[in-house]
């Protein structure tokens, strides 16, 4: 059963500002009667510029496919409860809560550190992860338009980009992809964890709706864009029922493969998530909460490489099972093109002015 209290915040993810471990002090609600007024009443949306030095930044996790992310974003409107990135937040003095989907943080000159990482003799072209944290087309970006910047260096130096979203925008760009594509310089992901529309509001309340997902996987297809979903994370008590349905949709719009994660519950996530699943699915809430430990050794929190990814024991092997057959009937003879590592123009000059 959905909540729909007063004191729900609609139309966010996180209901509660959870604490952030690099502080000593934290707001806490534990006396409500020595409040003149609620602390919290219609959370709004903040933004800030960022200017870091760098953007490209290596990846030391075994479990992901690619060794850089680029991060044009921090924090993330979308709002998803479940999001492992929520935690990155409190690096900068924030919580991984209402905070996360509210204070962002903005990094407009990314295309040009980029550029400049291109063009330093260091650097050995690999793909790059467009992000690797937030996403990279959330609703600021329509606004910011760093993205978009961000592939026309891809373009002009022709190197290979890989990209993961759940929002329609990226058909915006669909020309630069379009001509990253020619030279196998492009992946696009298109995340997808429910069908079920019910759901998918609550647990990303400002993302678009899986139909409008699929439909962005049809055209990236059609336009000869490599593109693949990823069916995660999988929730045990919640979607993971739906994998075999949303990979034969991804299938039918013309996805060229598939990959999905088990849910996993770090640091702040676990206050998070239990506190959005305790007022949205009451009835379910033991066994998910169960379930999910039963894929990582009897935590919901899991740093383990390989096992934090996928799960393991019985359950975990019958999601993997599931996920497989179904892959095996839906994608049979369907790849995605591998990287071309080639096409790089090494060397040039700075096109942007510092």
């Known amino acids: 059963m959905i909540n729909n209290t007063q004191d729900y915040f609609k139309g966010r993810g996180a209901q509660i500002q959870s604490g952030n471990r690099f502080l ?42 690619m060794s850089f992310s680029l991060n044009p974003y921090q924090g993330c409107e979308h709002g998803c409860i479940y999001c492992y990135a929520r935690n990155s937040h409190e690096y900068y003095g924030y919580s991984a809560g209402l905070d996360f989907e509210t204070k962002l943080m903005v990094k407009p000159d990314a295309p040009q550190l980029l550029e400049k990482k291109l063009l330093s003799k260091s650097w050995k072209v690999t793909p790059i992860s467009l992000s690797g944290n937030t996403d990279c087309y959330q609703p600021l970006e329509k606004e910011m338009k760093i993205t978009r910047e961000l592939l026309k260096v891809f373009v002009r130096y022709r190197h290979p980009v890989g990209l993961i979203t759940k929002n329609r925008l990226i058909l915006r760009d669909v020309d630069l992809l379009q001509d990253l594509a020619k030279d196998r310089l492009v992946q696009v992901y298109i995340s997808i964890t429910t069908l079920d529309e019910a759901l998918r509001r609550t647990m990303e309340p400002r993302t678009a709706a899986a139909s409008k997902r699929l439909n962005v996987v049809e055209q990236l297809s059609k336009a000869g864009v490599p593109v693949a979903v990823m069916n995660a994370p999988i929730i045990p008590g919640l979607n993971h029922q739906e994998i075999p349905a949303v990979l034969k949709a991804a299938a039918d719009h013309g996805a060229q493969g598939a990959g999905y994660t088990v849910v996993r519950l770090n640091g ?5 998530f239990s506190d959005w699943l305790r007022k949205n699915f009451p009835d379910r809430f033991d066994k998910v909460m169960n379930q999910i430990a039963d894929l990582h050794g009897g935590q919901v929190r899991d740093n383990q490489f390989g096992r934090r990814m996928k799960g393991e024991g019985v359950l975990a092997q019958s999601i993997q099972q599931l996920f497989r057959q179904s892959r095996k009937i839906y994608f049979a003879d369907r790849k995605l093109p591998e990287f071309n590592l080639t096409a790089f123009r090494k060397g040039g000059n700075l096109s942007f002015e510092f």
């Open 24 to 65: 000593q002090q934290r707001i806490v609600q534990e006396h409500v009667e020595g409040l003149d007024e609620e602390m919290i009443l219609h959370p709004k949306t903040e933004v800030r510029i960022e200017h870091p030095k760098g953007i490209v930044n290596p990846i030391s996790s075994p479990d992901l496919g």
């Open 268 to 272: 702040q996530l676990e206050v998070i």
